[in-house]
C-alpha cells in the first residue's frame, strides 16, 4: 500500500457557523483551492474531506462542514451531519468571526468538545478587521485557546500549523499483532479466496497484518483455508500464531493443532480500533436474546449484496441458529448510525477497518451510553461456531473476561 488510507488517519473537523471562513481556513491549510468558497452563507453544504501531510506530525484528514447555525430543514439536516463529523473527529478547529462576540450555538459548540473529550482549537479568522475585545474576554473566560489569522492576507497560518501539530492527539500506540509474535516467529496467515474477496487484492485487515508481521522480522505464511492443513504439515517447526479469517473459523479450529495459538483478523481488529473486553463481554447477551428481539448489525463499509453476504445473509443465519428465536434483525451501512440504539437489545458490528480508532470508539460510547452490548463480527462468529474461549487466549483481559462472564 503506497497510500495510507484514510481510517489510518487523524481526522481534524473545521467547525464553526456560516460565513466565518472554514472553507478560506481549510484551503490555506491545504494550499490549494479545493473548497468552494462564497460570501454567500451556507454554500458549503455536505462535509468535503481532502487528506494530506501535516509536517512534521504526518498524515492527517482535513473535514470542512456546514455552519452549525445553518437554518430550515435541509439546514438541520446539514447540522445533523457536522455533528456526526464532529463525534468522530480526533481533532477539531472552531472558527470564529473577528468581529462577533460567541454566539450560543458555539458556547454549546465548545461545551460538547469538552464532553466529547475532543481536543480544538478557536481560531479567530478575519483578524486585518480588527478583534472584537468582548470576543477575547469570553474566550479567556471559558479558559479556550485561540489564535487570531487573517485568510485574506494569509497571517498567522504557519503559525497555527505549528501551533495544532503541538496539540494533535498522540493516540497510544496499540499493535495489531507485533506484541503477539517476535523475530523468527512463524505466523500463518488464513486467508479465504471466496465470492466476497477482492478480486486482485488482499483486504485491509489482511494487508496491515501482514505489514506489522514483517516489521518485527517475523516469518509470514499465508495459505487459503483448504490449503492450511498441507500448508502446517510442510514446516519445520509450529508456528507462534495462526490467524484466520472469521468465516473460516470452524474448519480452521478444526485443522489447527490445540497446542498452536489461533485467533482471528476481527479479533485483531477488535482490540486495534475497538475494545475486545467490551464485545467479549457482549457474548453474554447473545444467550439472553429472546423472541421478537431486535439485533442491529453495523456494517461500515458500503458493497454490492453478494449472494452469501456475511452482514446480511450469514450472520442472521448463524445467530437465529444458534438462539433457536425469532428475531427482527436490522442492517445500518456506512457512516450512517442509527440514533434510536435504546431500541435494540444487542448490536453486531463490523471490524471497522474502514473507519478511524476514533469513530469505532464513539459507537461503542454510544452503545454504552443506550446500555446496549455490542459486539464486533470476529468475536461473535468465533463465539457462535465454538471458538471462543480459544481464539481470545492470546490476550490476557478478554479471557479475563471470558471467565468472568462464563461463571454468571
Same mark, same amino acid.
Request: charged residues 25%.
Given at each position: 500500500?503506497?497510500?495510507?488510507?484514510?481510517?489510518?488517519?487523524?481526522?481534524?473537523?473545521?467547525?464553526?457557523?456560516?460565513?466565518?471562513?472554514?472553507?478560506?481556513?481549510?484551503?490555506?491549510?491545504?494550499?490549494?483551492?479545493?473548497?468552494?468558497?462564497?460570501?454567500?452563507?451556507?454554500?458549503?453544504?455536505?462535509?468535503?474531506?481532502?487528506?494530506?501531510?501535516?509536517?512534521?506530525?504526518?498524515?492527517?484528514?482535513?473535514?470542512?462542514?456546514?455552519?452549525?447555525?445553518?437554518?430550515?430543514?435541509?439546514?438541520?439536516?446539514?447540522?445533523?451531519?457536522?455533528?456526526?463529523?464532529?463525534?468522530?473527529?480526533?481533532?477539531?478547529?472552531?472558527?470564529?468571526?473577528?468581529?462577533?462576540?460567541?454566539?450560543? &450555538?458555539? +458556547?454549546? *459548540?465548545?461545551?460538547? #468538545?469538552?464532553? /466529547?473529550?475532543?481536543?480544538?482549537?478557536? =481560531?479567530?479568522?478575519? !483578524?486585518?478587521?480588527?478583534?472584537?475585545?468582548?470576543?477575547?474576554?469570553?474566550?479567556?473566560?471559558?479558559?479556550?485557546?485561540?489564535?487570531?489569522?487573517?485568510?485574506?492576507?494569509?497571517?498567522?497560518?504557519?503559525?497555527?500549523?505549528?501551533?495544532?501539530?503541538?496539540?494533535?492527539?498522540?493516540?497510544?500506540?496499540?499493535?495489531?499483532?507485533?506484541?503477539?509474535?517476535?523475530?523468527?516467529?512463524?505466523?500463518?496467515?488464513?486467508?479465504?479466496?471466496?465470492?466476497?474477496?477482492?478480486?486482485?487484492?488482499?483486504?485491509?485487515?489482511?494487508?496491515?497484518?501482514?505489514?506489522?508481521?514483517?516489521?518485527?522480522?517475523?516469518?509470514?505464511?499465508?495459505? &487459503?483455508? +483448504?490449503? *492450511?492443513?498441507?500448508? #502446517?504439515?510442510? /514446516?519445520?517447526?509450529?508456528?507462534?500464531? =495462526?490467524?484466520?479469517? !472469521?468465516?473460516?473459523?470452524?474448519?480452521?479450529?478444526?485443522?489447527?493443532?490445540?497446542?498452536?495459538?489461533?485467533?482471528?483478523?476481527?479479533?485483531?481488529?477488535?482490540?486495534?480500533?475497538?475494545?475486545?473486553?467490551?464485545?467479549?463481554?457482549?457474548?453474554?447477551?447473545?444467550?439472553?436474546?429472546?423472541?421478537?428481539?431486535?439485533?442491529?448489525?453495523?456494517?461500515?463499509?458500503?458493497?454490492?449484496?453478494?449472494?452469501?453476504?456475511?452482514?446480511?445473509?450469514?450472520?442472521?443465519?448463524?445467530?437465529?441458529?444458534?438462539?433457536?428465536?425469532?428475531?427482527?434483525?436490522?442492517?445500518?451501512?456506512?457512516?450512517?448510525?442509527?440514533?434510536?440504539?435504546?431500541?435494540? +437489545?444487542?448490536?453486531?458490528?463490523?471490524?471497522?477497518?474502514?473507519?478511524?480508532?476514533?469513530?469505532?470508539?464513539?459507537?461503542?460510547?454510544?452503545?454504552?451510553?443506550?446500555?446496549?452490548?455490542?459486539?464486533?463480527?470476529?468475536?461473535?462468529?468465533?463465539?457462535?461456531?465454538?471458538?471462543?474461549?480459544?481464539?481470545?487466549?492470546?490476550?490476557?483481559?478478554?479471557?479475563?473476561?471470558?471467565?468472568?462472564?462464563?461463571?454468571?
Amino acid at each position: 500500500m503506497s497510500k495510507v488510507t484514510q481510517s489510518e488517519r487523524l481526522h481534524i473537523s473545521f467547525v464553526g457557523r456560516r460565513n466565518v471562513g472554514k472553507s478560506s481556513l481549510m484551503n490555506k491549510f491545504i494550499g490549494q483551492e479545493l473548497v468552494i468558497v462564497s460570501d454567500v452563507p451556507g454554500t458549503t453544504t455536505d462535509p468535503v474531506k481532502k487528506s494530506m501531510e501535516l509536517l512534521p506530525f504526518g498524515p492527517v484528514v482535513l473535514i470542512d462542514t456546514a455552519g452549525i447555525d445553518d437554518v430550515g430543514e435541509l439546514g438541520e439536516k446539514r447540522i445533523s451531519k457536522t455533528i456526526k463529523v464532529l463525534t468522530e473527529s480526533d481533532f477539531s478547529i472552531v472558527v470564529l468571526d473577528s468581529q462577533s462576540e460567541l454566539s450560543e &450555538k458555539e +458556547k454549546n *459548540l465548545f461545551a460538547e #468538545l469538552k464532553n /466529547l473529550e475532543i481536543p480544538f482549537i478557536a =481560531v479567530i479568522n478575519k !483578524s486585518e478587521l480588527g478583534i472584537n475585545y468582548n470576543l477575547v474576554e469570553q474566550l479567556n473566560s471559558l479558559k479556550i485557546q485561540f489564535h487570531n489569522v487573517s485568510c485574506l492576507f494569509n497571517d498567522g497560518i504557519y503559525e497555527l500549523k505549528e501551533k495544532i501539530i503541538k496539540l494533535l492527539p498522540n493516540d497510544e500506540n496499540i499493535p495489531l499483532i507485533s506484541d503477539l509474535i517476535k523475530q523468527h516467529d512463524v505466523v500463518v496467515l488464513v486467508v479465504p479466496i471466496d465470492l466476497g474477496a477482492p478480486k486482485g487484492r488482499l483486504i485491509l485487515p489482511q494487508v496491515q497484518t501482514i505489514r506489522e508481521s514483517l516489521d518485527v522480522d517475523s516469518i509470514v505464511v499465508v495459505a &487459503k483455508d +483448504k490449503e *492450511l492443513r498441507s500448508a #502446517l504439515s510442510k /514446516l519445520n517447526e509450529k508456528p507462534k500464531l =495462526v490467524v484466520t479469517d !472469521s468465516q473460516a473459523i470452524m474448519r480452521v479450529n478444526a485443522d489447527v493443532p490445540d497446542d498452536i495459538s489461533l485467533t482471528t483478523f476481527s479479533i485483531l481488529m477488535a482490540r486495534y480500533k475497538g475494545d475486545l473486553v467490551e464485545y467479549v463481554k457482549g457474548l453474554k447477551r447473545i444467550e439472553e436474546l429472546q423472541n421478537g428481539d431486535k439485533v442491529l448489525i453495523a456494517e461500515a463499509c458500503t458493497h454490492h449484496e453478494q449472494e452469501d453476504d456475511i452482514g446480511k445473509i450469514k450472520i442472521p443465519r448463524w445467530l437465529r441458529l444458534h438462539t433457536k428465536k425469532d428475531l427482527e434483525i436490522t442492517h445500518a451501512q456506512g457512516y450512517d448510525y442509527p440514533e434510536n440504539l435504546k431500541d435494540y +437489545k444487542l448490536i453486531i458490528h463490523c471490524g471497522g477497518c474502514m473507519l478511524t480508532r476514533k469513530m469505532v470508539q464513539q459507537r461503542i460510547k454510544q452503545a454504552k451510553f443506550s446500555n446496549v452490548p455490542i459486539v464486533n463480527y470476529g468475536v461473535a462468529i468465533s463465539y457462535m461456531h465454538g471458538a471462543i474461549p480459544r481464539a481470545i487466549k492470546p490476550f490476557p483481559e478478554a479471557i479475563n473476561e471470558w471467565n468472568n462472564i462464563s461463571k454468571i
